[in-house]
Structure formats: C-alpha cells, structure tokens
C-alpha cells in the first residue's frame, strides 16, 4: 500500500477562507459605495451640489442653467475651470428669505509636487437668490466659476 499524500492543515484552508470572504466583502463595499447622495434640487445645497457637479464634470451648459438670468444670457465664458482632483465639501448653509449662502470646503490634489503629492484646501460660498421659487447661483467661488457676465471677468 502507497501512503496516502499529506492532508493541508485546517487550521490553514481556516485561515484561507476567512481571508477570502474578508476580500470579498472589501471588494463589495468598495464597489457598492457609489457618488454621494443627491441633496435636495429645490434647496440651495442642492442646487450648488448639482451645478458642482456639472462643473467638475465639464458640462458648462448644464452648470449654467443653475445660474441667474444676468449671469447666464449675458455669459463670457472663462477657460475650463482647473478641476482636476478636485473635492467640494458641504461646511453650512445660511438662507434667509430671498437669499443664500452655502459654504463649502474645495480641496484640491497636485501629483507633481517635489516631495509628493499636496493639497490645497480651504473654504469659499455661494451666494443665491430665490427668483420665481428657484434657487439660483448669484456668484460661486472662482475656481468652479464658468462665466460671468459681460464686463464683470476684467
């Protein structure tokens, strides 16, 4: 009679597993977090939300249609704005009748620097008018400021 080949140790195909399955349930919450939730569009914070958004993503004409009439029709368009590696953060929200101010926090990443990567974070806001039951952007901080109106960019 051969001898029977070793048996694995089970305290390894144990260990092995549970390994396996932590890997798995790091791999679905990875993939399962998705984009933040979308806040309210009627609210300030989701109006600026939503025009952030269009503006990180290069839909200019989209993140115009959150801004008010004069800003908009009379639009001089910028050059894109840097928002490469960029992150805007909800810090408050102070509405009044007619009138908003969302502050956010921008934090922005640089890869090139000669020690490593940086960033730069600090805190801007957003000021709205309410026009016709709408939330809508009077001026946004100048790094996601697509256009301004004509004569206000000099």
């Known amino acids: ?32 977090r998705g984009a933040p939730k979308l806040l309210d569009a009627s609210s300030p914070e989701g109006v600026v939300q939503r ?17 008010v009439p004069a800003t908009r029709d009379g639009c001089v368009r910028f050059d894109s704005p840097l928002t490469d590696n960029i992150r805007v ?8 009748a007619d009138s908003a101010d969302v502050r956010v926090s921008i934090a922005q990443s640089f890869d090139n620097g000669p020690f490593g990567s940086s960033e730069s974070d600090y805190e801007d806001v957003f ?3 309410r026009q016709g039951g709408d939330w809508l952007i ?9 256009c301004s109106p004509t004569g206000s960019n000099k």
Not at 138 to 146: D, G, K
């Open 51 to 67: 025009y952030s958004n269009a503006v990180i993503d290069g839909d200019e004409k989209k993140a115009a249609g959150y801004l």
């Open 1 to 32: 009679m051969e001898p029977s080949p070793p048996r694995p140790d089970r305290a390894l195909v144990v260990v092995l597993a549970v390994v396996a399955v932590i890997v798995v349930i790091a791999l679905v919450v990875v993939f399962t």
């Open 127 to 129: 000021s709205l008018v």
């Open 138 to 146: 009077e001026s946004a901080p100048s790094i996601l400021t697509v």
């Open 89 to 96: 953060t909800l810090v408050s929200t102070k509405v009044r």
